[in-house]
């Protein structure tokens, strides 16, 4: 077991990729835990082993995510199905959730989650505030399908729509969303892993705000007066809305960074009275 998991290491170092992912690699393909791999490491590998683990790490050194091979990812500690075509919740998200979970809402909050995915944001919320009534949008049937599962494993209580932005949810707390936001110049330079998620959960057209401006638009309607807009953003864009938002009325912008310092996301309040800038660019007709 010891030599296969050298030559998986071995060879995923030379393609550029963390060396710590034969060890998940060779844990699917013997169908053992972590600790158990660990264990059983001086023994020899269970029939196929070999074979399977040397055609996961070339799917692997093709530039499937090891994530869509695994089948499920933690986030936020709680275990999330994932699947081809459907993005795959990150880290910096979790910093979403962190910054939501800071805010002064009420004891029992409405929230709606934008773009929800495999339902990370909106279950993380709905796990920690389990007062809360949680609704979470996507227009994509195929992960509010994997969304629903996921709260079902978890047993937590979210209200599922298919439907763009809002979804015509009113009197809210708290809309959070990590919405497509990267320019489609990205496209040409992305890593090869992003080929494998859906691009209208990655892209927002020339800017990346393509999304992110409507978003903002129907929040501050479905939004309560006090209530929080709650953006992960690129680094690029987010002091541009945040320019935005202060401009067309919003209260307590402010552009916030992530765990690498880059400016990430993005917190803005409605105010207690009408937003100023009611027709403007940021509200709509």
């Given at each position: 077991?010891?030599?296969?998991?050298?030559?998986?290491?071995?060879?995923?170092?030379?393609?550029?990729?963390?060396?710590?992912?034969?060890?998940?690699?060779?844990?699917?393909?013997?169908?053992?835990?972590?600790?158990?791999?660990?264990?059983?490491?001086?023994?020899?590998?269970?029939?196929?082993?070999?074979?399977?683990?040397?055609?996961?790490?070339?799917?692997?050194?093709?530039?499937?995510?090891?994530?869509?091979?695994?089948?499920?990812?933690?986030?936020?500690?709680?275990?999330?199905?994932?699947?081809?075509?459907?993005l795959?919740?990150?880290?910096?998200?979790e910093?979403?959730?962190?910054?939501?979970?800071?805010?002064?809402?009420?004891?029992?909050?409405?929230?709606?989650?934008?773009g929800?995915?495999?339902?990370?944001?909106?279950?993380?919320?709905?796990?920690?505030?389990p007062?809360?009534?949680?609704?979470?949008?996507?227009t994509?049937?195929?992960?509010?399908?994997?969304?629903?599962?996921?709260?079902?494993?978890?047993?937590?209580?979210?209200?599922?729509?298919?439907?763009?932005?809002?979804?015509?949810?009113?009197?809210?707390?708290?809309?959070?969303?990590?919405?497509?936001?990267?320019?489609?110049?990205?496209?040409?330079?992305?890593?090869?892993?992003?080929?494998?998620?859906?691009?209208?959960?990655?892209?927002?057209?020339?800017?990346?705000?393509?999304?992110?401006?409507?978003?903002?638009?129907?929040?501050?309607?479905?939004?309560?007066?006090?209530?929080?807009?709650?953006?992960?953003?690129?680094?690029?864009?987010?002091?541009?809305?945040?320019?935005?938002?202060?401009?067309?009325?919003?209260?307590?912008?402010?552009?916030?960074?992530?765990?690498?310092?880059?400016?990430?996301?993005?917190?803005?309040?409605?105010?207690?009275?009408?937003?100023?800038?009611?027709?403007?660019?940021?509200r709509?007709?």
């Amino acid at each position: 077991m010891i030599r296969l998991l050298r030559e998986l290491e071995r060879r995923l170092k030379a393609n550029g990729l963390p060396e710590k992912e034969a060890w998940d690699l060779l844990a699917l393909a013997s169908g053992l835990s972590r600790k158990d791999l660990l264990l059983g490491l001086s023994r020899t590998p269970p029939p196929g082993t070999e074979a399977r683990a040397l055609a996961l790490l070339e799917k692997r050194l093709e530039g499937y995510p090891l994530q869509y091979l695994l089948g499920e990812v933690e986030f936020f500690g709680l275990p999330l199905k994932v699947q081809e075509g459907i993005l795959i919740p990150r880290p910096e998200t979790e910093g979403l959730v962190e910054l939501a979970l800071g805010l002064p809402l009420p004891e029992a909050p409405r929230i709606l989650d934008v773009g929800t995915g495999t339902g990370a944001i909106a279950l993380a919320l709905k796990k920690h505030l389990p007062k809360a009534q949680v609704w979470a949008t996507d227009t994509d049937p195929k992960a509010l399908a994997l969304a629903r599962e996921n709260a079902n494993r978890l047993g937590l209580e979210v209200t599922f729509l298919q439907a763009p932005l809002t979804g015509g949810v009113k009197d809210l707390d708290l809309i959070v969303s990590n919405p497509p936001y990267l320019p489609e110049a990205y496209r040409f330079q992305a890593p090869r892993e992003l080929a494998f998620e859906s691009p209208q959960a990655l892209y927002a057209g020339r800017e990346g705000l393509d999304v992110a401006r409507p978003l903002a638009q129907e929040a501050g309607r479905a939004l309560k007066p006090g209530g929080f807009l709650l953006l992960e953003l690129a680094p690029e864009n987010a002091g541009l809305l945040a320019q935005e938002l202060k401009a067309a009325g919003w209260e307590e912008v402010a552009v916030l960074r992530d765990l690498a310092g880059r400016d990430r996301y993005l917190r803005a309040r409605r105010p207690s009275q009408e937003l100023e800038g009611e027709k403007g660019p940021l509200r709509g007709p």
